[in-house]
Every structure is written in structure tokens, then in C-alpha cells.
């Protein structure tokens, strides 16, 4: 596991289930193989099953997409502010608030998608960017300590995370 090979003082340990969910011990190449798997995967979700939520309060296909992006967004963002040894401490962010306003019901599961490689690839871009100590250094977000690795690892395994649950609740 992947937890095996980075110290548990890296992250919180909620992060535990995302970073042994991550697709590969290489964050940049597990990040390249997810871009085209999770392209695939939402492409092939049926139209009529893009704005559905298989229970009351929970989100839509789409919903869960955008939430994937965003955080992505949010994470990159601290693993940029860390690797270049920023200290200040950076803020969470309510998931909730985030979807609750953004109108995702008028976008297309085609926007949405564009958007995602975008972000992704941007990522894939910093990562690599990265030599072994910058991923190595720690800061704080949401009042914890969180290493760059670990946020290579956490956005893979979130994102793996959300597809499992919409393989098994939603299609």
C-alpha cells in the first residue's frame, strides 16, 4: 500500500482511505493513467443518468464530477503553496458550499469533462515539475499536516473513491 511507503506524519488520517485507493506508486503516472480512464469512464455514462442522484441529498453524476475537479483545483493549489515552502497555514474548503453553487444542471457532461483534463493536466504539469525534496515537504491545510506527495497520492485515490461509488449506487 501506498501509506506503506509514506510516513503517516505526511496527512491527516482521514486521507488514509484516498492515498490507498491512488492508482500507482508514481504520482505523475498514476495521474496520466486516471486522466484517460476517468475520460473514458464518464463518457460512457448514459445522458440520462448525467443530472441523476440515487437518493435524496446526494449528488448528481455531474455534481460528483465538478466536485472532483474542484478539489483537485483546491489540492493542486496547496501542493504548489508547500512545495515552494510557503508555511501559512491554508484553510479548508466546505464541499457542500462548493456544489450547492455551482449550477451544474445546464452543463455538459462534454464541458465538464474539457474542464477536468484541463485541470488534470495542469497537475500533471506541476508534478513533474517537482524534484524528490519539494515532494517531500510539508505544510499545514485544514489544520493539518499535509506533505505534496500525499497530495499527489490523495487526488487519484479521491477520485477512484468517487467512480466506485458511482459504479456501485448509481449505473
Known sequence: M????????????YYTQYIN?????????????????????????????????YAEGKWTIKQVLLHII???RI?????LRIARNDKTPLAGFEQDDYIDNAITSVRS????????ESVRNASISLFESLNAEELKRVGVASNSPISVRAIG??????????????KQKYL
Open 109 to 116: 457532461m462534454e464541458s465538464l469533462l474539457g474542464e477536468y
Open 75 to 79: 489540492f493542486a493549489y496547496r501542493a
Open 153 to 166: 497520492y490523495i487526488l487519484t485515490g479521491h477520485e477512484n473513491h468517487h467512480n466506485r461509488v458511482i
Open 2 to 13: 501506498i501509506s506503506d511507503q509514506i510516513s503517516n506524519t505526511e496527512y491527516n488520517p
Open 21 to 53: 485507493n491512488a492508482c500507482d506508486i508514481d504520482i505523475v503516472k498514476g495521474l496520466k493513467e486516471n486522466l484517460e480512464r476517468n475520460l473514458s469512464f464518464y463518457s460512457d455514462i448514459p445522458e440520462e443518468k448525467h443530472n441523476y442522484a
Open 70 to 72: 474542484d478539489t483537485e
